[in-house]
Nanobody, 128 residues
Framework: QVQLVESGGGSVQAGGSLRLSCTAS????????MGWFRQAPGKQREGVAAIGSDGSTIYADSVKGRFTISLDNAKNTLYLQMRSLKPEDAAMYYC??????????????????????WGKGTLVTISS
């Protein structure tokens, strides 16, 4: 069974930075795609960034140029480097995986229902 464990959330001032991590274990397949999603109170879960099995990446328009998704295959760890944080970035951030990867990365980021496995989330709060 695939397990995803997020870490790195916290409270930061607007304009600050945080790096989220997601450690994965239990994969059966070697070709997987992963993504970061977030959900603020009263809002739907939305895709933030995704990385395909070929290493291709995609970002939501709201975070382009500020967030960077990366994957360290040796450590089975997915990262989300967040810079220039804004109050509207505050949310619970979830790591998710599709295993094996079945759709292009641009579909992954907009289709949270298509993900097979989810972490429990890590909370990001932003003070203005």
């Amino acid at each position: 069974q695939v397990q995803l464990v997020e870490s790195g959330g916290g409270s930061v001032q607007a304009g600050g930075s945080l790096r989220l991590s997601c450690t994965a274990s239990g994969y059966t397949y070697s070709s997987n795609c992963m993504g970061w999603f977030r959900q603020a109170p009263g809002k739907q879960r939305e895709g933030v960034a995704a990385i395909g099995s070929d290493g291709s990446t995609i970002y939501a328009d709201s975070v382009k140029g500020r967030f960077t998704i990366s994957l360290d295959n040796a450590k089975n760890t997915l990262y989300l480097q967040m810079r220039s944080l804004k109050p509207e970035d505050a949310a619970m951030y979830y790591c998710a995986a599709q295993s094996p990867c079945r759709v292009p990365v641009d579909i992954v980021v907009v289709s949270p229902n298509g993900m097979d496995y989810w972490g429990k989330g890590t909370l990001v709060t932003i003070s203005s």
